[in-house]
């Protein structure tokens, strides 16, 4: 989010890190991109967070962009713009519109340089990019930097897209993101099926059996007032901190949503197919697989298909514990913690992708199976 707020910085002439190190009017650069201002010191005011660079005792201010200190002087991050001039003014003369950082300092550099006029060497504090001008006429370079967009939000909350898109290749090769999403993919597969092979026998009961419904009702109504990232810490205990727990996790997680949900499914079967069941002379059993479970299947299908779709966040919970052992939740947390907000907001896309593409399939594959669904009256 940005606004065509424009702003000019005065700096000491410096290059460029990239492309054509002279910084001439009319250079546009991207974000990011580096530039050094050689001998010179670097003042940031704690209270205020505001950066100056410090040159020939006279300050700058950075405003509203960045700098560190480096081994040849400071190095500005500069943001996307241009350079739009760069005039040459004489400090002695008056015509700098920067005043020393004191003026007492000032007098005594230039006393200091006046002892040292005769000597062949010079004594190292006015070495360095700490030193200071060593004559009272000094040229300064003004050069000015326009900012053609500022930021709402700071980076580091809210990318660009540009910085979204410049750290995929990192993500991709360097991060192994395909990876990290393949791994995910398999433990939510095991906890899917772990959880079906408990929960669809016992939906199936519970809705064909008043006293086995009663006896696992009040537990199903627990767990749907059970926080899921609760269960983490006891998935821990009981199961350690490996793939078992992970998976365990996963199959606890989609077996507290699907349960409530197969048995709806169930229960919204119309009794009057039971009831021509039984005057036809069909047994329970019968009843139960050929007319409830027959009834039921394409509302059990869509719960299955909801669920499979939540077990892309409880992923998340599952895999930040332990970052060795890979997925997208692992990736997303090492991201968080090293600052890399870029790769935190495509690791959030890539799993918005694939979980739009696994609807699809699924939704594709309830058409086979329920033709009969998309038939209009």
Do not use: H
Not at 102 to 125: C, G, I, K
Not at 137 to 147: G, P, W
Not at 165 to 192: K, M
């Amino acid at each position: 989010m940005t606004w065509g707020k424009t702003d000019i910085v005065l700096m000491p002439e410096g290059t460029l890190t990239e492309g054509e190190p002279s910084a001439q009017p009319g250079r546009q650069v991207q974000d990011r991109t580096g530039y050094l201002i050689k001998d010179a010191a670097l003042e940031t005011v704690s209270a205020t967070g505001d950066q100056f660079v410090i040159l020939k005792d006279r300050k700058f201010p950075l405003k509203n962009l960045s700098a560190r200190t480096v081994d040849e002087g400071v190095m500005v991050n500069l943001k996307r713009g241009k350079f739009i001039s760069r005039d040459t003014f004489s400090a002695s003369s008056g015509e700098s519109p920067l005043q020393p950082i004191d003026p007492a300092l000032s007098q005594n550099t230039v006393s200091l340089e006046r002892s040292y006029a005769s000597s062949t060497e010079r004594p190292s504090a006015l070495i360095g990019r700490s030193a200071m001008a060593t004559t009272k006429t000094i040229v300064l370079v003004q050069f000015s930097f326009e900012v053609l967009e500022s930021r709402r939000f700071a980076s580091i909350i809210l990318p660009s897209p540009g910085d979204v898109a410049r750290s995929f290749s990192g993500l991709w090769f360097e991060r192994a993101l395909a990876r990290n999403i393949g791994i995910s993919f398999l433990r939510i597969l095991a906890g899917f099926f772990i959880a079906f092979l408990i929960v669809f026998p016992l939906s199936i009961l519970m809705g064909t059996f008043s006293k086995i419904r009663f006896m696992f009702a009040p537990l199903m109504v627990f767990g749907g007032y059970m926080p899921i990232p609760a269960i983490v810490p006891l998935s821990l205990m009981f199961c350690g901190t490996g793939e078992f727990q992970k998976v365990m996790f996963l199959a606890l997680g989609f077996s507290i949503y699907l349960l409530p949900l197969f048995v709806r499914a169930i229960d919204d079967v119309d009794n009057v197919y039971l009831q021509t069941a039984y005057t036809l002379g069909a047994g329970r059993w019968q009843v139960m697989t050929r007319v409830l479970l027959g009834i039921a299947w394409p509302n059990i299908y869509d719960a299955m298909r909801m669920g499979f779709g939540v077990g892309w966040g409880y992923i998340i919970l599952a895999e930040i514990v332990e970052q060795n052992s890979g997925g997208i939740g692992a990736a997303i947390d090492i991201s968080r913690r090293r600052g890399l907000t870029p790769d935190v907001y495509l690791i959030l896309g890539a799993i918005v992708v694939i979980a739009f593409i696994t609807d699809k399939i699924w939704g594709k594959l309830g058409d086979i199976l329920f033709p009969y669904r998309s038939l209009k009256r």
